[in-house]
């Protein structure tokens, strides 16, 4: 590092194969252009070499950023549409393992990547290596069902679970889904459709229709849980708000043997009655003393999605 003066030092990347720099610098110089209003630093770049000039912590978080980029790109590990949704997404105040090596949080899917964005999101990937059963409590972008599909999927391919299973409660309907039209999987896929939707995104599609339709891959309203033991299988209860209390028992009983359950969900979003209490809140109450139960909390400051998801949330908690 160059001390330039009191306020402002200059930091010096060079890169030893020109070959990723369109990618890593992006049509017309995209990404830097992104990264310099990200991190509020100026980005200057000659040939194989890239100046990054500001404030001492500014540099250094993307002078880490920008070299996690390009060894990712130079191993094969990120596609273009990954990498410039990192630098959209990218947190200036959570740099340390967002991008580069530290594996510990790094999820490996069949099809991308994942790494945690924010600490809460690397609390929460460290609470599903821990922890059999994980409450992730959080408004909507902030990553958890996301998270959780990625990591049963990880476990799955793996060959450490035999099956995945995904729920939701169909509140909407009652859970009394007879008067829908069409049969039950057109009633009951408009209210899993964001898990199908986390999963397609995880796993080659054809793989995913064929993991579902030998039972390998489970997606099912939370009513067809009922009398069932889930033996090695990782287990997501999503939307978990929208549950009764005696539900809520229902489905961490369903725990079995080298199982691991997730329950995600937003208490500001309940669909319930004013006057029926949540499950996934009396559970809370319950379990929070069980040290074998992890619990997370994610709030705005994790959401990962356009910039604007993060105000509006903000503005209706004020």
Known sequence: MISINSTTHQKQLEFEDNRF???????????????????????????????????????????????GLYNRLKNNDITQEDLEQNIGLAKPEYIKEQINQNNDYMIA?????????????????????????????????????????????????????NRLILSRPAVEAGERLGFLPGDMKEKIDPYLRPLYDALYEMMPGEEVDRRILNNAIEIAPLAFMRGRTLNKSFIILDEAQNTLPMQMKMFLTRLGQDSKMVITGDLSQKDLPDNAKSGMFDAMEKLEKIRDIGFVHLNSSDVCRHGLVEKIINAYDK
Do not use: C, M, W
């Open 21 to 67: 720099l369109v990618s890593l610098f992006g049509s017309h110089d995209k990404n830097l252009k992104a990264l310099e209003g990200k991190f509020q630093v100026k980005l200057y770049n000659r040939g194989n070499l890239l100046s990054i000039k500001g404030k001492r912590d500014p540099v250094e978080k993307a002078y880490f950023i920008i070299e």
């Open 109 to 161: 899917t069949k099809s991308k990547t994942i790494f945690p964005k924010t600490k809460n999101q690397e609390k929460l990937i460290r609470e599903l290596q821990n922890k059999d059963v994980t409450f992730a409590l959080g408004p909507a972008g902030t990553g958890k069902t996301y998270l959780a599909v990625a990591y049963g999927v990880s476990l799955f391919i793996q060959g450490k679970v």
